[in-house]
């Protein structure tokens, strides 16, 4: 799980089972007292759970998660859009929430980042060989951090960005974490290597202004990390131009695009839904 | 009840601020960047996660947490 803060902007990402949506009060609370800042917009994302019947209370189904987010936010968020957005296979949706004081779909308000777009990737199903990387070695003496590192330069990880500054933990005895810094843009994995439920995400932030191969380099190495029988891409931009990068880049790495949903949002502007197949 | 195991699909937050004065930014327009680490921890805490490592640079702080 994850944990971003910036000037204006805090994006928390965890699995598991915790309770996400209660960060909401305190954090309202403390911006409002302690630095008189206010909420001008929310997004809230997340895939379809493996063990939906594992979680608490309001996540056991989106209607409820709904609710739970309307009653948590001001009511000068009064922009608010929430939608399922399908694919062709019933284990995978995208759920989002939006919520804005204004009714734009360029980025949060900013007109000047309306060239960036979020990435949120979901992969499943990872090949066993690689998830194997992601289990500690039993007796290795090495902390959290020490294994950590050896596991983002042994799988690649650290190729992903070579620019960026990586933070990286490993779990025992298995599952990995690290958050990525370069410059103002933030990127963060998450891997579950367990057979059976076998799960691994990558998010990071682009521009439409970027090297259109940087994508593609990006995203080939992402593949070649975890080479996933499924994954589902998720993008957020206010311009429509960043999801075509996206097809443009796996289904040359052996991927089929499977579905393609889009919709529009508060504050959050497009979000196109993408699933895709390994082909073999 | 299914056997579980981890969830890995996870449950993503983004929340963005506004203050109606340049000086909330603080003087180095650092914003939600002041906030001390025992409001960070309550929050976590709320969460059902705590810090296992952190790094940042100049534009943001970055926390692995763990469930």
Redesign the interface.
């Known amino acids: 799980?994850?944990?971003?803060?910036?000037?204006?902007?805090?994006?928390?990402?965890?699995?598991?089972?915790?309770?996400?949506?209660?960060?909401?009060?305190?954090?309202l609370r403390?911006?409002s007292l302690?630095?008189?800042?206010?909420?001008?917009?929310?997004?809230?994302?997340?895939?379809?759970?493996?063990?939906p019947?594992?979680?608490p209370f309001p996540?056991t189904n989106f209607q409820n998660e709904v609710v739970y987010l309307e009653e948590s936010l001001p009511a000068a968020l009064c922009y608010r859009k929430a939608s399922v957005m399908p694919s062709k296979t019933p284990s995978h949706a995208w759920h989002v929430f939006s919520a804005s004081t204004q009714n734009t779909t360029c980025r949060?308000?900013d007109s000047d980042d309306d060239d960036l777009y979020t990435l949120?990737i979901?992969m499943?199903e990872l090949d066993r060989d690689l998830a194997r990387n992601f289990f500690r070695r039993p007796g290795d003496d090495k902390n959290?951090?020490s294994a950590?590192k050896e596991m983002t330069e042994l799988t690649g990880i650290s190729q992903i960005n070579p620019r960026a500054?990586?933070?990286?933990?490993a779990?025992d005895p298995c599952?990995y974490?690290?958050?990525g810094?370069d410059?103002?843009r933030?990127s963060?994995i998450?891997?579950?290597p367990?057979d059976?439920?076998?799960?691994?995400?990558f998010?990071c932030v682009g521009s439409v202004y970027d090297d259109r191969e940087e994508v593609v380099r990006m995203l080939k190495k992402v593949v070649q990390v975890f080479r996933p029988a499924t994954m589902s891409v998720s993008t957020t931009c206010a311009s429509h131009e960043a999801w075509t990068r996206v097809a443009g880049a796996l289904e040359p790495l052996g991927f089929k695009c499977r579905s393609c949903a889009a919709d529009e949002f508060p504050?959050a502007g497009t979000v196109v839904y993408q699933t895709f197949v390994d082909r073999r | 009840m299914a056997v579980s195991g981890f969830e890995g699909f996870e449950k993503r937050l983004e929340l963005h601020f506004f203050g109606d004065d340049p000086k909330n930014m603080g003087t180095l327009g650092l914003g939600l960047r002041l906030l001390d680490f025992d409001s960070i921890q309550e929050v976590l805490d709320e969460v059902q996660c705590t810090v296992v490592s952190a790094v940042a640079n100049h534009y943001f702080d970055a926390y692995v947490l763990s469930e």
């Open positions: 799980s994850s944990l971003f803060v910036y000037p204006t902007k805090i994006i928390i990402k965890t699995c598991g089972t915790t309770q996400l949506l209660k960060s909401i009060p305190p954090l403390h911006a302690d630095l008189g800042l206010t909420l001008s917009s929310c997004r809230y994302t997340r895939g379809n759970f493996i063990f019947r594992a979680q996540y949060f308000g949120e979901c499943t959290g951090d950590g500054l990586i933070c990286d933990f779990f599952g974490s690290m958050n810094i410059g103002d933030h963060t998450h891997v579950t367990e059976g439920y076998s799960y691994a995400s998010e504050a």
